[in-house]
Nanobody, 124 residues
């Protein structure tokens, strides 16, 4: 079974930065659009950022635009989310996802593969 594996989550103070990564356990996702979603305690999972299969197009939720950067290194078969100026409300489990298509893709139903999630906690 193909899995996406997130890494780099942790605890950071408000105003700090954190970079999380996502890579498949098997196969390449170089031809897939990819994205990040997050789920805070007691809330639904929400879209955070998305990138096209080529890496040339990106888009973000309004709540993170200007603070987060999504990138894709096809040579390393790895997806990244650089998070800056973190706020306590960014605390959530962050999930990476891969979907077949040009992208960017914005809805959960468009994605075919999901990671297990990485906890990001921002303290005030």
């Amino acid at each position: 079974q193909v899995q996406l594996v997130e890494s780099g989550g942790g605890l950071v103070q408000a105003g700090g930065s954190l970079k999380i990564s996502c890579a498949p356990s098997r196969r390449t996702f170089n031809n897939y659009a990819m994205g990040w979603f997050r789920q805070a305690p007691g809330k639904e999972r929400d879209f955070v950022a998305a990138i096209s299969w080529s890496g040339g197009n990106t888009d973000y939720a309004s709540s993170v635009k200007g603070r987060f950067t999504i990138s894709k290194d096809n040579a390393k078969n790895t997806l990244y989310l650089q998070m800056r100026s973190l706020k306590p409300e960014d605390t959530a489990v962050y999930y990476c996802a891969a979907g077949y298509g040009l992208g960017p893709l914005y809805h959960e139903s468009q994605y075919d593969y999901w990671g297990q999630g990485a906890q990001v906690t921002v303290s005030s």
